[in-house]
Protein backbone atom coordinates (compact mmCIF):
# COMPACT_ATOMS: atom_id res chain seq x y z
CA UNK A 1 0.00 0.00 0.00
CA UNK A 2 1.12 3.61 -0.80
CA UNK A 3 0.45 5.74 2.43
CA UNK A 4 1.36 9.60 2.88
CA UNK A 5 2.41 10.53 6.90
CA UNK A 6 1.88 13.98 7.55
CA UNK A 7 4.09 14.96 10.71
CA UNK A 8 5.89 11.88 10.18
CA UNK A 9 9.17 13.47 11.36
CA UNK A 10 7.40 14.00 14.69
CA UNK A 11 7.00 11.78 17.56
CA UNK A 12 3.63 9.49 16.96
CA UNK A 13 4.24 10.10 13.09
CA UNK A 14 7.80 8.53 13.10
CA UNK A 15 6.87 5.75 15.35
CA UNK A 16 4.06 5.16 12.94
CA UNK A 17 6.54 5.12 9.90
CA UNK A 18 8.43 2.28 11.35
CA UNK A 19 5.76 0.25 11.69
CA UNK A 20 3.63 0.79 8.15
CA UNK A 21 7.10 0.25 6.65
CA UNK A 22 7.20 -3.15 9.05
CA UNK A 23 4.66 -4.11 7.67
CA UNK A 24 5.84 -4.16 3.94
CA UNK A 25 3.69 -0.80 2.94
CA UNK A 26 5.70 2.39 1.31
CA UNK A 27 5.76 5.66 3.13
CA UNK A 28 6.01 9.24 2.00
CA UNK A 29 6.27 11.71 5.46
CA UNK A 30 5.33 15.26 4.17
CA UNK A 31 6.65 17.37 7.40
CA UNK A 32 8.02 21.10 7.64
CA UNK A 33 10.51 19.64 10.17
CA UNK A 34 9.10 22.74 12.20
CA UNK A 35 9.39 20.82 15.89
CA UNK A 36 10.60 17.43 13.91
CA UNK A 37 13.42 15.89 13.28
CA UNK A 38 14.82 14.04 10.28
CA UNK A 39 17.06 11.75 12.86
CA UNK A 40 13.95 10.06 13.52
CA UNK A 41 13.40 8.75 9.87
CA UNK A 42 17.04 7.28 9.83
CA UNK A 43 16.20 3.66 10.06
CA UNK A 44 12.84 4.79 8.11
CA UNK A 45 14.57 5.81 5.28
CA UNK A 46 17.33 3.62 4.89
CA UNK A 47 14.53 1.25 4.07
CA UNK A 48 14.40 2.92 0.67
CA UNK A 49 10.67 2.37 0.94
CA UNK A 50 10.43 6.15 2.82
CA UNK A 51 10.73 9.24 1.17
CA UNK A 52 11.23 12.71 3.03
CA UNK A 53 9.05 15.58 1.39
CA UNK A 54 9.94 18.89 3.53
CA UNK A 55 6.91 20.94 2.89
CA UNK A 56 4.34 22.68 4.55
CA UNK A 57 0.66 21.19 4.85
CA UNK A 58 -0.46 24.57 4.55
CA UNK A 59 1.37 24.57 1.00
CA UNK A 60 -1.18 24.56 -1.83
CA UNK A 61 1.54 22.14 -3.59
CA UNK A 62 0.63 19.89 -1.05
CA UNK A 63 -2.45 18.55 -3.86
CA UNK A 64 0.84 17.24 -5.88
CA UNK A 65 2.01 14.63 -3.33
CA UNK A 66 -1.29 12.83 -3.04
CA UNK A 67 -1.86 11.11 -6.66
CA UNK A 68 -1.79 7.53 -6.20
CA UNK A 69 -2.10 7.37 -2.03
CA UNK A 70 -4.05 4.58 -0.82
CA UNK A 71 -4.05 6.42 3.10
CA UNK A 72 -3.47 9.82 4.18
CA UNK A 73 -2.36 9.64 8.28
CA UNK A 74 -2.42 13.50 8.93
CA UNK A 75 -0.96 14.25 12.05
CA UNK A 76 1.12 17.46 11.18
CA UNK A 77 -0.12 20.22 13.74
CA UNK A 78 1.20 22.94 16.07
CA UNK A 79 0.67 20.31 18.93
CA UNK A 80 1.54 22.62 21.53
CA UNK A 81 -1.50 23.86 24.08
CA UNK A 82 1.00 26.88 25.25
CA UNK A 83 1.26 28.20 21.47
CA UNK A 84 -2.33 27.92 20.54
CA UNK A 85 -2.96 30.52 23.63
CA UNK A 86 -0.30 32.80 22.91
CA UNK A 87 -0.60 32.63 18.90
CA UNK A 88 -4.53 31.25 18.21
CA UNK A 89 -3.87 32.68 14.52
CA UNK A 90 -0.79 30.60 13.74
CA UNK A 91 -2.69 27.57 15.73
CA UNK A 92 -5.84 27.79 13.05
CA UNK A 93 -3.00 28.47 10.03
CA UNK A 94 -1.69 25.00 10.95
CA UNK A 95 -4.20 23.15 12.41
CA UNK A 96 -6.91 24.18 10.62
CA UNK A 97 -6.24 25.54 7.40
CA UNK A 98 -3.64 23.29 6.82
CA UNK A 99 -5.80 20.15 7.78
CA UNK A 100 -8.65 21.40 5.73
CA UNK A 101 -5.78 21.73 2.65
CA UNK A 102 -4.75 17.45 3.58
CA UNK A 103 -8.44 16.22 3.21
CA UNK A 104 -9.30 18.65 -0.04
CA UNK A 105 -5.98 17.09 -1.85
CA UNK A 106 -7.23 13.89 -0.54
CA UNK A 107 -10.84 14.19 -1.51
CA UNK A 108 -9.63 15.90 -5.40
CA UNK A 109 -6.94 12.68 -5.63
CA UNK A 110 -9.42 9.62 -4.84
CA UNK A 111 -7.40 8.90 -1.49
CA UNK A 112 -9.67 6.45 -0.16
CA UNK A 113 -9.17 7.33 3.51
CA UNK A 114 -7.70 9.69 5.42
CA UNK A 115 -6.70 9.06 9.81
CA UNK A 116 -6.39 12.27 11.35
CA UNK A 117 -5.03 12.38 14.52
CA UNK A 118 -7.42 14.68 16.96
CA UNK A 119 -7.08 15.09 20.56
CA UNK A 120 -9.33 13.35 23.15
CA UNK A 121 -7.70 15.32 25.78
CA UNK A 122 -8.84 19.08 24.80
CA UNK A 123 -11.69 18.32 22.65
CA UNK A 124 -14.19 17.80 25.39
CA UNK A 125 -13.52 20.31 27.45
CA UNK A 126 -13.67 19.81 31.07
CA UNK A 127 -16.20 16.48 30.24
CA UNK A 128 -18.80 15.94 33.56
CA UNK A 129 -17.98 12.21 33.45
CA UNK A 130 -15.06 10.42 33.19
CA UNK A 131 -14.16 8.44 31.44
CA UNK A 132 -15.71 10.43 29.08
CA UNK A 133 -16.86 8.94 25.58
CA UNK A 134 -17.46 10.10 21.91
CA UNK A 135 -20.91 10.84 22.94
CA UNK A 136 -20.34 13.87 25.36
CA UNK A 137 -20.15 17.25 23.91
CA UNK A 138 -17.36 19.09 22.60
CA UNK A 139 -16.74 21.91 24.49
CA UNK A 140 -12.89 22.38 24.11
CA UNK A 141 -11.04 25.49 26.03
CA UNK A 142 -7.97 26.32 23.99
CA UNK A 143 -7.44 27.29 20.81
CA UNK A 144 -5.70 24.43 19.95
CA UNK A 145 -8.56 21.56 21.24
CA UNK A 146 -11.00 24.41 19.02
CA UNK A 147 -8.70 23.61 15.96
CA UNK A 148 -8.57 20.00 16.76
CA UNK A 149 -12.43 19.99 17.04
CA UNK A 150 -12.84 22.28 13.62
CA UNK A 151 -10.30 19.94 11.83
CA UNK A 152 -12.15 17.08 13.07
CA UNK A 153 -15.92 18.15 11.77
CA UNK A 154 -14.44 19.00 8.50
CA UNK A 155 -13.10 15.32 8.30
CA UNK A 156 -17.00 14.72 8.82
CA UNK A 157 -18.08 16.71 5.82
CA UNK A 158 -15.09 15.25 3.47
CA UNK A 159 -16.86 11.87 4.37
CA UNK A 160 -20.02 12.74 4.12
CA UNK A 161 -20.21 14.65 1.15
CA UNK A 162 -16.77 13.90 -0.99
CA UNK A 163 -16.79 10.43 -0.25
CA UNK A 164 -13.76 10.22 1.90
CA UNK A 165 -13.40 7.40 4.52
CA UNK A 166 -12.65 9.15 7.52
CA UNK A 167 -11.79 8.33 11.02
CA UNK A 168 -10.96 10.63 13.63
CA UNK A 169 -8.83 9.30 16.44
CA UNK A 170 -9.36 11.61 19.46
CA UNK A 171 -5.88 9.94 21.34
CA UNK A 172 -5.29 10.61 25.19
CA UNK A 173 -1.42 11.84 26.36
CA UNK A 174 0.85 9.59 24.39
CA UNK A 175 4.37 8.73 25.52
CA UNK A 176 7.50 6.75 24.62
CA UNK A 177 10.59 6.71 23.17
CA UNK A 178 11.28 10.01 20.42
CA UNK A 179 8.98 12.24 22.85
CA UNK A 180 10.67 15.63 22.67
CA UNK A 181 12.51 15.63 26.42
CA UNK A 182 12.84 19.45 25.84
CA UNK A 183 9.37 20.17 24.32
CA UNK A 184 6.62 21.01 26.16
CA UNK A 185 4.08 18.42 25.25
CA UNK A 186 5.34 15.16 27.05
CA UNK A 187 5.02 14.96 30.33
CA UNK A 188 6.62 11.92 30.66
CA UNK A 189 10.00 12.61 28.70
CA UNK A 190 10.29 16.51 30.33
CA UNK A 191 10.17 14.20 33.98
CA UNK A 192 12.42 11.58 32.66
CA UNK A 193 14.74 14.04 30.68
CA UNK A 194 15.79 16.14 34.20
CA UNK A 195 15.32 13.92 36.73
CA UNK A 196 18.53 11.96 34.30
CA UNK A 197 20.28 15.28 34.50
CA UNK A 198 20.65 15.04 37.89
CA UNK A 199 17.24 17.63 38.32
CA UNK A 200 13.93 18.36 40.00
CA UNK A 201 11.17 19.04 37.30
CA UNK A 202 8.77 21.87 38.16
CA UNK A 203 4.92 20.68 38.31
CA UNK A 204 2.55 23.45 37.06
CA UNK A 205 -0.15 23.68 39.54
CA UNK A 206 -0.64 21.78 42.24
CA UNK A 207 0.02 18.12 40.77
CA UNK A 208 -3.62 17.04 41.48
CA UNK A 209 -4.60 16.91 37.57
CA UNK A 210 -4.78 13.37 36.06
CA UNK A 211 -4.33 12.53 32.34
CA UNK A 212 -4.70 9.41 30.67
CA UNK A 213 -1.61 8.07 29.39
CA UNK A 214 -1.00 5.78 26.66
CA UNK A 215 2.30 3.69 25.37
CA UNK A 216 3.13 5.21 21.79
CA UNK A 217 2.83 1.28 20.38
CA UNK A 218 -0.42 1.18 21.41
CA UNK A 219 -1.31 4.03 19.48
CA UNK A 220 0.29 3.15 16.10
CA UNK A 221 -1.66 -0.03 16.64
CA UNK A 222 -4.95 1.95 16.59
CA UNK A 223 -3.72 4.15 12.93
CA UNK A 224 -2.90 1.39 11.85
CA UNK A 225 -6.31 -0.80 12.61
CA UNK A 226 -8.41 2.93 11.56
CA UNK A 227 -6.70 2.26 8.32
CA UNK A 228 -8.48 -0.81 8.04
CA UNK A 229 -11.48 -0.29 9.15
CA UNK A 230 -13.98 2.33 11.32
CA UNK A 231 -15.47 5.40 11.10
CA UNK A 232 -15.73 8.58 12.63
CA UNK A 233 -14.70 9.79 15.86
CA UNK A 234 -12.80 7.81 18.11
CA UNK A 235 -11.16 7.81 21.88
CA UNK A 236 -7.79 6.23 22.20
CA UNK A 237 -6.94 6.42 25.62
CA UNK A 238 -6.74 3.78 28.74
CA UNK A 239 -9.74 5.17 30.66
CA UNK A 240 -6.87 5.83 33.55
CA UNK A 241 -6.85 9.10 35.59
CA UNK A 242 -3.09 9.30 36.56
CA UNK A 243 -2.38 12.49 38.36
CA UNK A 244 0.61 14.58 37.66
CA UNK A 245 2.21 13.86 40.93
CA UNK A 246 1.56 10.23 40.53
CA UNK A 247 3.14 10.27 37.36
CA UNK A 248 6.07 12.01 39.21
CA UNK A 249 6.76 9.93 41.70
CA UNK A 250 6.39 6.92 39.31
CA UNK A 251 9.03 7.87 37.41
CA UNK A 252 11.32 8.92 39.75
CA UNK A 253 11.28 5.66 41.62
CA UNK A 254 11.69 3.91 38.58
CA UNK A 255 15.01 5.88 37.81
CA UNK A 256 16.12 5.58 41.46
CA UNK A 257 16.16 9.32 42.16
CA UNK A 258 14.54 11.01 45.50
CA UNK A 259 14.42 14.46 43.93
CA UNK A 260 11.05 16.84 44.97
CA UNK A 261 9.71 18.15 42.11
CA UNK A 262 9.13 21.87 42.33
CA UNK A 263 5.67 23.89 41.79
CA UNK A 264 4.86 26.35 39.90
CA UNK A 265 1.78 28.32 38.45
CA UNK A 266 -1.27 26.42 36.77
CA UNK A 267 -1.24 27.23 33.48
CA UNK A 268 -3.54 28.55 30.82
CA UNK A 269 -5.79 25.98 29.27
CA UNK A 270 -4.92 23.43 30.95
CA UNK A 271 -7.88 20.73 32.26
CA UNK A 272 -8.35 19.58 35.44
CA UNK A 273 -8.79 15.74 34.57
CA UNK A 274 -9.67 14.19 31.84
CA UNK A 275 -9.81 9.75 30.57
CA UNK A 276 -11.03 8.56 27.34
CA UNK A 277 -13.55 5.64 27.26
CA UNK A 278 -12.32 3.76 24.45
CA UNK A 279 -15.00 1.05 24.32
CA UNK A 280 -16.04 1.88 20.97
CA UNK A 281 -12.60 1.82 19.38
CA UNK A 282 -12.63 -1.67 21.15
CA UNK A 283 -16.09 -2.81 19.27
CA UNK A 284 -15.10 -0.98 15.92
CA UNK A 285 -11.33 -1.47 16.07
CA UNK A 286 -10.55 -4.43 17.60
CA UNK A 287 -7.78 -2.02 19.55
CA UNK A 288 -7.14 -2.05 23.22
CA UNK A 289 -4.22 -0.49 24.95
CA UNK A 290 -1.39 -3.38 25.88
CA UNK A 291 0.77 -1.72 27.44
CA UNK A 292 0.45 -0.94 31.60
CA UNK A 293 2.05 2.27 32.84
CA UNK A 294 4.79 0.62 34.73
CA UNK A 295 6.02 -1.39 31.40
CA UNK A 296 5.79 1.91 29.03
CA UNK A 297 7.79 4.12 31.34
CA UNK A 298 10.79 1.79 31.62
CA UNK A 299 10.66 1.77 27.68
CA UNK A 300 10.46 5.31 27.96
CA UNK A 301 13.34 5.45 30.54
CA UNK A 302 15.86 3.08 28.53
CA UNK A 303 15.49 5.30 25.27
CA UNK A 304 15.76 8.73 27.29
CA UNK A 305 18.68 6.94 28.65
CA UNK A 306 20.42 6.04 25.82
N1 LIG B 1 1.58 13.47 21.82
C1 LIG B 1 0.36 13.50 22.32
O1 LIG B 1 0.15 13.22 23.50
C2 LIG B 1 -0.81 13.85 21.44
C3 LIG B 1 -2.09 13.81 22.02
C4 LIG B 1 -3.19 14.12 21.23
C5 LIG B 1 -3.02 14.45 19.90
N2 LIG B 1 -1.77 14.50 19.36
C6 LIG B 1 -1.64 14.85 17.95
O2 LIG B 1 -0.86 13.85 17.30
C7 LIG B 1 -0.11 14.46 16.24
C8 LIG B 1 1.37 14.14 16.41
O3 LIG B 1 1.82 14.70 17.64
P1 LIG B 1 3.28 14.45 18.21
O4 LIG B 1 3.17 14.29 19.67
O5 LIG B 1 3.96 13.40 17.40
O6 LIG B 1 3.92 15.89 17.96
P2 LIG B 1 5.27 16.28 17.19
O7 LIG B 1 5.43 17.77 17.38
O8 LIG B 1 6.38 15.39 17.57
O9 LIG B 1 4.87 15.99 15.67
C9 LIG B 1 4.22 16.91 14.86
C10 LIG B 1 4.95 16.92 13.53
O10 LIG B 1 4.28 17.82 12.64
C11 LIG B 1 5.26 18.59 11.99
N3 LIG B 1 4.63 19.85 11.58
C12 LIG B 1 4.24 20.88 12.36
N4 LIG B 1 3.69 21.83 11.61
C13 LIG B 1 3.73 21.40 10.33
C14 LIG B 1 3.32 21.94 9.08
N5 LIG B 1 2.75 23.16 9.00
N6 LIG B 1 3.50 21.22 7.95
C15 LIG B 1 4.10 20.00 8.01
N7 LIG B 1 4.53 19.44 9.15
C16 LIG B 1 4.33 20.13 10.30
C17 LIG B 1 6.37 18.78 12.99
O11 LIG B 1 7.62 19.13 12.40
C18 LIG B 1 6.40 17.42 13.66
O12 LIG B 1 7.26 16.54 12.96
C19 LIG B 1 -0.43 15.95 16.30
O13 LIG B 1 -1.48 16.19 15.39
C20 LIG B 1 -0.91 16.16 17.71
O14 LIG B 1 -1.78 17.27 17.80
C21 LIG B 1 -0.66 14.21 20.11
Known sequence: MKTLVTGGAGFIGSNLADRLLADGHEVRVVDDLST?????????????????????????????????????????????????????????????????????????????????????????????????????????????????????????????VRGIDGVVLALANIYGPRQDPHGEAGVVSIFAGVINEGKAPVIYGDGSQTRDFVFIDDVVDAFVLAAERGDGLMNIGTGEETSVNELYYEIAKAMGSDAKPEYGPARTGELSHIALDASLAERELGWAPKTGLPSGLAKTIDWIRS
Open 36 to 160: GKESNLTGALETGRCELVKMSVTDKSFADLVDGIDVVYHLAAQADVRISVADPVFDVDVNVLGSVNVFEAAANAGVGRVVFASSGGTIYGEPAVLPVDESAPQRPLSPYGVAKKAAGDYLYYYQQ
